[in-house]
Every structure is written in structure tokens, then in C-alpha cells.
């Protein structure tokens, strides 16, 4: 009955790629395979990394402890950003997910990651922002990513306590301003001794995912990995 509705539903109201803008699906397979794998960095410095953990130089008490992006924030990864985000393309989430958990098999951290039996963590959007947009991005990634990874998701463990402005046309330094303080661990003790999985759907200055980080240690989290669909190679000062 299900496979009849979709059949039904792309009769009537037929894809485009939100990519190339062809018919037929919603992600062609030629956009899709586009997407270029990004660099391992140092989520505190943003150099090159070996394995995408922090280098020991930049640890901090509160510092994420490494990054694992999947591809470059560019041309048709933009647009499929953008189509989630703005245009209510939920239907790509199931595509990232597997795009994210595809690279991660062949990063370092993924051993790391799995036998530590981390929680899931979406970066939260503020009530109000939420409301608007109807759904968190974030949230829907990482429920996808839990069930490909067996792993438990914790989307209530942060929570987004100030509405932050849009970064889009922020310096780096201005995007760590109007982040510090706009998380908040309500319960500490269900984080304590945690290895903590952040997921987000883009690494730009990394100022929202390092603030979420440091709340999260604060509040007794092990570890802290951060982990994204895509990543921006180009640093904002």
C-alpha cells in the first residue's frame, strides 16, 4: 500500500533533483555523486588532522574532542542544505544520513564511536525557530543516523535557551559572540560520563557545535565528537 501512495504521489506531483533541477528524483545519482569528501581537521584549530581528532596542543577541558564531516559544503550538498532547511525537503534526511554514515566507515572514529555505545545529540533549534520552521533538521538526521547505527538519541539532553540572530551573514568572530550562552543541559546528570555524538548538518566557523560542546562538558559529558553532513573549507575570521 505504501509503495502505491509513493507511486500515486510522483504521479501527480513528479521530483526534481534539488540539485541539477532534473526530473525523476528528488537527489539524481549524478549530483549525488558529486559530493567530495572533505579534509580531517582539528575541530579547535581547523588544520589538518590525521584521524579528525583534536590535536593535543589545542585540547581543552571543554574542548570537542574531533570532528567527522562528510562532504565539502559546495554546489549541489549546498542546495540539498538549503532544500531542507527552507524549502521543507525532509525527504532528503534519509539521503544524508546514509551519505554521513557511508564516509564514516572509512574514518578513524568510527571504531571509536561504535564500541563507546555514544548517545545522539542533534543541535537544538531555539522553541521559537522551531515553530516557524515546523521541524529541526538536525533532529531528523540524527534519528536516521540511530537507526543505521543502532545508537540511542537524546534530543531533549540540550536545549537552545537564547533565539540567535541567522549566521548566514556573520563573521567567524561575530557567530562566536552570539553564541556564547545559547545552550543549556537541563538535566547534567543524564550527560555525565557520556560519549556524546553532536550531530549537525553543517560545520561553518564551528562556533554553534564548539559552544554546544563546551555546555556539554561542563555538564559532565566524557566526550564530545562532533559529527556533520558537511563541512565548509573556506574559514571565516
Known amino acids: 500500500m505504501d509503495q502505491l501512495k509513493t507511486f500515486i504521489f510522483d504521479l501527480l506531483f513528479p521530483r526534481r533533483c534539488v540539485g541539477c533541477s532534473s526530473w525523476g528524483m528528488v537527489l539524481c545519482a549524478h549530483c549525488r555523486e558529486s559530493f567530495r569528501e572533505t579534509t580531517r581537521i582539528c575541530p579547535a584549530c581547523e588544520r589538518p588532522s590525521i584521524d579528525g581528532m583534536t590535536h593535543p596542543g589545542c585540547r581543552k577541558s571543554t574542548g570537542i574532542d ?6 565539502v559544503y559546495q554546489d549541489a550538498v549546498r542546495a540539498v542544505v538549503h532544500a531542507m532547511k527552507y524549502k521543507w525537503v525532509t525527504m532528503l534526511a534519509p539521503i544524508v544520513s546514509q551519505e554521513m554514515l557511508r564516509r564514516m566507515h572509512a574514518h578513524p572514529l568510527e571504531k571509536l564511536l ?3 555505545k555514544g548517545v545522539l545529540i542533534p543541535i537544538p533549534l531555539h522553541k521559537s525557530r522551531e515553530r516557524a520552521r515546523g521541524f529541526n533538521q538536525s533532529e531528523i538526521i540524527a534519528r536516521h543516523l540511530g537507526q ?3 545508537l540511542q538519541v537524546e534530543s531533549d ?6 533565539a540567535t540572530p541567522p549566521q548566514v551573514a556573520r563573521s567567524g568572530k561575530e557567530r562566536r559572540a552570539a553564541m556564547h550562552g545559547a545552550f543549556a543541559v537541563p538535566h547534567p546528570d543524564r550527560c555525565k560520563g557520556k560519549t556524546v555524538l553532536l550531530v549537525d548538518d553543517v560545520w561553518t566557523t564551528g562556533s554553534t557545535m564548539r559552544e554546544a560542546g563546551r555546555v556539554l562538558k561542563r555538564s559532565g559529558a566524557l ?3 562532533g559529527l556533520v553532513f558537511a563541512r565548509s573549507e573556506g574559514r571565516l575570521v
Open 148 to 150: 543505521l547505527l543502532a
Open 157 to 162: 539532553m540540550l536545549t537552545r535557551v537564547q
Open 223 to 225: 566526550e564530545v565528537i
Open 114 to 116: 561504535v564500541s563507546k
Open 66 to 71: 574531533g570532528l567527522v564531516a562528510a562532504v
